[in-house]
């Protein structure tokens, strides 16, 4: 079961639920989506969610409506809201569109590069480190990856590689790829921060877009298997 939401006692002693807004509600489920608890084709009934969250139907069609937006959901009139399931084609071009989109934006950022922006990008390498082995890990290599491109200043282009990424995630985590691939990911961080140091962008694109098709690759043999 769910955790719904955090019992308290009201003035009477009797137990309460404290309100569930939409932004609690979508919080909870792009959580549980992320980590692999509601796993990618899941079917999210709005009754349902509205018995689990004790709210009425209409926070929890608006939470829905963002996680579609973020990419997580995909909602149909005549089938409802399903957490989005990807075929292994739709990963093959989820992948080749990051790699095209996240390549050309570290591109500008390096053009535009400063020393401030290297030592932000080395804090937040040391914390996708720290955050590698906990359940965290995502956040913290979406906190790197986000910062390495912060300085293109690409502000559209950043959101649609997160809402690729996103897309990607809920299989990374159904199908359980990161593990085994935790050395592999962290030491591609080590190699395009070195290659940022150096200004060598040509050797930096290079390395991201090995890095990308190789957990790209990754998935698609797990998906396979």
Known sequence: MYTIAKNVQSEKGKPDFREMTEEIITATLEQEILVGEIRP???????DLANRFAVSRIPVRD??????????VTISPNRGARVVQLTLDD????????ALLECDCLRHAMDRMTDDDLQRIEHALAKSNLDALTDAWAEGDWFFHETLYAPAGRNHQIELIRNLRNRCRTHVAAYRTLPEETPRWLGGHERLVGFCRKGDIEAAVGALAKHITAAGNTLLETMRT
Request: net charge positive; no cysteine.
């Open 41 to 47: 084709g899941t079917e999210l009934v709005q009754v």
């Open 91 to 98: 990963v093959r071009e989820i992948y080749d569109l990051r």
């Open 63 to 72: 939470a829905l409506r963002r996680l579609a937006a973020l990419g997580l």
